[in-house]
């Protein structure tokens, strides 16, 4: 397969190339033959925009997406193509294909000398802001999610690496969110300390539009650990969930109990 990234008046710096490639390549496998895929990469004001043509299976698809930080456009872009190729796939082969963002992996870990097997799942690379990300939380009926947050204004000249996933949780009888600063996102440099962490002012639980106030906290709690050391302390403490930063991969991750089994949320790589 043939994939060309270019840039219309902005320079695709290596990071950047090197996501996109990670991420549009897994499109290949709706394919028995992908002849080429072209991305465009460019800025206009504030929108960093993308857009893709695949030629594959002798049928050709384009996509255009923006967001405020060129990673966004690129995982946003990604959904929008993928579903216009699962919806021709199933019209034209009669059965259901499995997008990408519902696949699960089952790792196994060693704890204690004995292998436990764990389901990964990747949440949705759709970036949502905080009121969006709890109202879809207490609608699947959760105590915590997952998710990837938007950013508004991103300097043209920054990469915005995809770290900027946040968690919001029950936390007794209040709820918590946890963030990662911009700056240690743009450094590289992780100190989960100095994570922004929130208490959730809820003064009108709407299931529409709630009102809510992210009052910020003088330090961050997040327990820093490998994923091992997670199953350790759910299973020792009997608690239904952890929200941690994987030490492993300097993301923010949460394990919980499904049923008898252990799964793990991740961000959408």
Same mark, same amino acid.
């Given at each position: 397969m043939?994939?060309?990234?270019?840039?219309?008046?902005?320079?695709?710096s290596d990071? +950047?190339?090197?996501?996109?490639?990670?991420?549009?390549?897994? /499109?290949?496998?709706?394919?028995? *033959?992908?002849?080429?895929?072209?991305?465009?990469?460019?800025?206009?004001? *504030?929108?960093?925009?993308?857009?893709i043509?695949i030629?594959?299976?002798?049928? *050709?698809?384009?996509?255009k997406e923006?967001?405020g930080d060129?990673?966004?456009?690129?995982?946003?872009?990604?959904?929008?193509?993928?579903?216009q +190729?699962?919806?021709?796939?199933?019209?034209?082969?009669?059965?259901?294909?499995?997008p990408?963002?519902?696949?699960?992996? +089952?790792?196994?870990?060693?704890?204690?000398?004995?292998?436990?097997?764990?389901?990964?799942? *990747?949440?949705?690379?759709?970036?949502?802001?905080?009121?969006e990300?709890?109202?879809?939380?207490?609608?699947?009926?959760?105590?915590?999610?997952?998710?990837?947050?938007?950013?508004?204004?991103?300097?043209?000249?920054?990469?915005?690496?995809?770290?900027n996933?946040?968690?919001?949780?029950?936390?007794?009888?209040?709820?918590?969110m946890?963030?990662?600063?911009?700056?240690?996102i743009?450094?590289?440099?992780?100190?989960?300390?100095?994570?922004?962490?929130?208490?959730?002012?809820?003064?009108?639980?709407?299931?529409?539009?709630p009102?809510?106030?992210?009052?910020?906290?003088?330090?961050?709690?997040?327990?820093?650990m490998?994923?091992?050391?997670?199953?350790?302390? +759910?299973?020792?403490?009997?608690?239904?969930?952890?929200?941690?930063?994987?030490?492993?991969?300097?993301?923010?991750?949460i394990?919980?109990?499904?049923?008898?089994?252990?799964? /793990?949320?991740?961000?959408?790589?």
């Amino acid at each position: 397969m043939n994939l060309t990234i270019t840039g219309r008046n902005f320079e695709v710096s290596d990071s +950047i190339r090197e996501y996109a490639e990670k991420k549009l390549s897994k /499109l290949i496998k709706y394919f028995h *033959q992908v002849i080429d895929m072209h991305v465009w990469l460019l800025i206009e004001r *504030q929108d960093h925009i993308t857009e893709i043509t695949i030629n594959g299976d002798g049928v *050709q698809f384009y996509a255009k997406e923006k967001a405020g930080d060129m990673y966004s456009s690129i995982d946003l872009l990604l959904d929008k193509i993928e579903q216009q +190729i699962v919806r021709y796939k199933e019209r034209h082969s009669g059965h259901k294909v499995t997008p990408l963002s519902e696949l699960e992996d +089952i790792a196994t870990f060693t704890v204690k000398g004995e292998q436990s097997s764990i389901t990964v799942r *990747q949440v949705s690379n759709k970036p949502v802001d905080e009121k969006e990300a709890y109202l879809q939380m207490k609608l699947n009926g959760s105590d915590f999610t997952l998710f990837k947050k938007g950013e508004k204004s991103i300097k043209d000249s920054v990469d915005y690496m995809n770290k900027n996933y946040a968690a919001i949780y029950k936390d007794g009888n209040e709820y918590t969110m946890i963030e990662i600063p911009f700056e240690m996102i743009h450094e590289n440099s992780f100190k989960p300390s100095k994570f922004n962490e929130y208490t959730l002012e809820i003064k009108n639980d709407s299931s529409v539009n709630p009102d809510i106030k992210f009052k910020k906290k003088k330090s961050c709690n997040i327990k820093m650990m490998a994923v091992n050391d997670a199953v350790i302390e +759910i299973t020792n403490n009997n608690t239904p969930f952890i929200v941690f930063f994987n030490t492993e991969t300097n993301y923010i991750n949460i394990m919980y109990k499904h049923g008898k089994n252990l799964e /793990l949320l991740v961000p959408a790589f």
